[in-house]
Nanobody, 123 residues
Framework: QVQVVESGGGLVQAGGSLRLSCAAS????????MGWFRQAPGKEREFVGT???????YYADSVKGRFTISRDNAKNTAYLQMNSLKPEDTAVYFC?????????????????RGQGTQVTVSS
């Protein structure tokens, strides 16, 4: 059974940093593209960024230069390093995995999705 589990969320002050982890099991992790999404209260879920199976990364303009996605295939884990956090980054952050796909910015395109982890940035 495939599982995708996020961890590392919490409360942080504006300007601070957090690193989220996404542990995947039950799949051949190195062959999957891993995406990060977030959903703030009252808003639609939005794309944060993705890292392909080959290590290429793509980011939403809102996080470019502040967030970094990486992966450790030996640990079956993807990471979202978030720096210079702002109150508007407050959201539930989701991780997802897709084997084949062309629309990495669409949550529905992903084969497996986590339950999310809350990130709250105080001003």
């Amino acid at each position: 059974q495939v599982q995708v589990v996020e961890s590392g969320g919490g409360l942080v002050q504006a300007g601070g940093s957090l690193r989220l982890s996404c542990a995947a099991s039950g799949l051949t992790f190195r062959t999957y593209t891993m995406g990060w999404f977030r959903q703030a209260p009252g808003k639609e879920r939005e794309f944060v960024g993705t890292i392909t199976w080959g290590g290429g990364t793509y980011y939403a303009d809102s996080v470019k230069g502040r967030f970094t996605i990486s992966r450790d295939n030996a640990k079956n884990t993807a990471y979202l390093q978030m720096n210079s956090l702002k109150p508007e980054d407050t959201a539930v952050y989701f991780c997802a995995a897709v084997r084949y796909g062309s629309s990495w910015s669409r949550f529905s395109e992903y084969d497996y999705r986590g339950q999310g982890t809350q990130v709250t940035v105080s001003s």
